[in-house]
């Protein structure tokens, strides 16, 4: 099974809403991302969790706020965004963050649209 | 700066025929190397890898080739089927980091 799963799959939210993105992976992968990706663009990293404790923040505001409440379980906090937030959020999970062999999962995203 | 480059926005191939996707890096750090195939509006899904210790990796359809001296790497899907129809992204790891560095991705269109 190399499922990750994402919830919802649609959001539109207004800017003083505050809602949250859930990701959720049971192949015991111990390290866990957020990234963002516009259309037409690369996936951009936004956070990297090793063993449910956060080890990457590239920089992004505070409006987003991570959580790993477990190994299997990332979720995203979102709260007073703005318009040009609205993207696909991707989460990904990966074996042993350190191993050499490094594949990254994909779920399939939350489409994210804030009004 | 861009560490990792997929310099053909797009590519149309003929099925059945031979697809082959580039990619350029320029940081010699980077010690590990995958592809990902992306439709619309799915995540990215995890085709192949190669290690910068060997210069090529083999999974069905896919073979991924690496130039480390060229600091080139290519992607061949033959024969190429409809279904290939994506954008496909190269990635590249840092030695001991856990961050993927992606190109900027390529449009590969299979004509019937």
């Known amino acids: 099974d190399t499922e990750v799963t994402q919830t919802p799959k649609h959001l539109v939210m207004g800017m003083t809403n505050k809602k949250s993105l859930k990701c959720e992976q049971h192949?015991?992968?111990?390290?866990m991302y957020w990234y963002k990706q516009k259309a037409k663009k690369p996936p951009e990293l936004m956070f990297v969790y090793s063993y449910e404790k956060l080890s990457i923040n590239e920089s992004v505001p505070s409006r987003f706020s991570p959580e790993c409440p477990n190994s299997s379980l990332l979720n995203l906090h979102l709260h007073a965004l703005q318009p040009e937030d609205s993207a696909l959020y991707l989460c990904?999970?990966?074996?042993?963050?350190?191993?050499?062999?490094?594949?990254?999962?994909f779920g399939p995203g939350t489409r994210l649209t804030v009004t | 700066d861009q560490q990792v480059k997929q310099n053909s926005p797009s590519l149309s191939v003929q099925e059945g025929r031979i697809s082959i996707l580039n990619c350029d890096y320029t940081?010699?750090?980077?010690?590990?190397f995958l592809w990902y195939k992306k439709y619309p509006a799915e995540g990215p899904t995890f085709l192949i890898s190669?290690?910068?210790?060997?210069d090529k990796n083999e999974d069905g359809r896919f073979t991924v080739f690496l130039n480390k001296s060229a600091k080139h790497l290519s992607l061949h899907i033959v024969p190429s089927q409809p279904g290939d129809s994506a954008v496909y992204f190269c990635?590249?790891?840092?030695?001991?980091?856990?961050?993927?560095?992606f190109g900027q991705g390529t449009r590969l269109t299979i004509n019937p």
């Open positions: 190669i290690s910068s210790i060997k």
């Open positions: 940081n010699s750090m980077f010690d590990y």
């Open positions: 192949m015991g992968h111990r390290a």
């Open positions: 990635a590249a790891r840092y030695q001991g980091a856990q961050k993927l560095v």
């Open positions: 990904a999970s990966s074996q042993e963050p350190h191993l050499t062999a490094y594949e990254q999962y």
